[in-house]
């Protein structure tokens, strides 16, 4: 990392697509979001079809220094498998006691927060709306509209990530589409 990157800076976003479009994003198209859905039928006939982006992010790339902050934006793409919302893998961050803001710049959607104790929460997002992940609080993005969901984050800059725990043992929850709205119900596939 250049020193240069530890100079003030000023960026411009999208208000569309978040960061310029000249910055690389991290993609993540259906292929890569095995398992992470309830109905794994449905989410194997959709791959069939298809390799749609279900979200990328945009993060520059600043020093993961302790005092640092990172940022960038997350789109998070509409669209369902099964009867279940597009959304992010979801994290924990390695040093769990961490704290994270979102600010919706387009679309409509939620967070969906979870702490190791079993304490869920959901937080809905509009453009305007900021959302606080307290520390150690696992969070997923999930598209509940039409429209691509684009947020702003920020966190501690030596905070990493842990996508693990949530691989291995899923959300306690899920939200999903029923007569046409969002409901959140208990995972079927949580492990304890
Ligand atoms: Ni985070």
Not at 15 to 42: H, V, Y
Not at 47 to 65: A, G, I, K, N, S
Request: glycine share 8%.
């Amino acid at each position: 990392m250049t020193e240069k990157a530890l100079k003030p800076f000023t960026i411009d976003f999208d208000l569309i697509t978040g960061l310029s479009k000249s910055t690389e994003s991290t993609k993540r198209p259906l292929s890569k979001m095995q398992g992470m859905f309830a109905d794994d039928r449905a989410f194997n006939a959709a791959l069939q079809q298809d390799d749609p982006l279900v979200y990328e992010f945009y993060e520059l790339d600043l020093p993961e220094t302790a005092g640092n902050l990172l940022f960038g934006t997350s789109i998070v793409y509409p669209g369902k498998v099964g009867d279940e919302y597009y959304m992010t893998k979801g994290h924990f961050h390695t040093i769990l006691d961490t704290g994270e803001v979102y600010y919706c710049l387009s679309g409509e959607g939620a967070m969906l927060m979870e702490n190791p104790e079993g304490d869920c929460n959901i937080q809905y997002f509009s453009p305007g709306k900021a959302v606080y992940v307290p520390p150690c609080y696992a969070h997923r993005t999930i598209n509940l509209g039409k429209e691509p969901l684009v947020t702003f984050f920020t966190f501690r800059a030596d905070a990493g990530h842990d996508y693990g725990t949530i691989e291995t043992k899923g959300y306690r929850k899920l939200i999903v589409e029923r007569d046409g709205k969002p409901e959140i119900i208990d995972n079927p596939k949580w492990k304890e």
